[in-house]
Nanobody, 123 residues
Framework: VQLVESGGGLVQAGGSLTLSCAAS????????MGWYRQAPGKERELVAA???????WYADSVKGRFTISGDDGMNTLSLQLHSLKPEDTAMFYC??????????????????WGQGTQVTVSS
């Protein structure tokens, strides 16, 4: 499975961005896809995820501001970022898992990763 992100950039606080992820390969095995972010000096964290059946999960820090969407074929995944804050500045990664069937999408191993796209929010 190959994942390619796009859509990052520089935005002012309060602004919006949309990140996109294009997936290719053996997608029928994918159980879930998600978006992680990693800020400088911090651990990578899952911010939103979507199962192949359409179940969606958000981290508390982004609820009400970020919206994840995708298709059941797991070909594409998007993340709309609204009301951005400087603390949202991070490298955002698209991830996919073929190890998560039947498990919560925020408690599974994501074993496929994109190269990342940078989101920078200025104050």
């Amino acid at each position: 499975v190959q994942l390619v992100e796009s859509g990052g950039g520089l935005v002012q606080a309060g602004g919006s961005l949309t990140l996109s992820c294009a997936a290719s390969g053996s997608l029928s095995s994918i159980d879930a896809m998600g978006w992680y972010r990693q800020a400088p000096g911090k651990e990578r964290e899952l911010v939103a995820a979507r199962s192949s059946g359409g179940y969606i999960w958000y981290a508390d820090s982004v609820k009400g501001r970020f919206t994840i969407s995708g298709d059941d074929g797991m070909n594409t995944l998007s993340l709309q970022l609204h009301s951005l804050k400087p603390e949202d500045t991070a490298m955002f990664y698209c991830a996919a898992s073929d190890k998560g069937l039947g498990s919560p999408v925020n408690h599974i191993e994501y074993n496929y990763w994109g190269q990342g796209t940078q989101v920078t929010v200025s104050s």
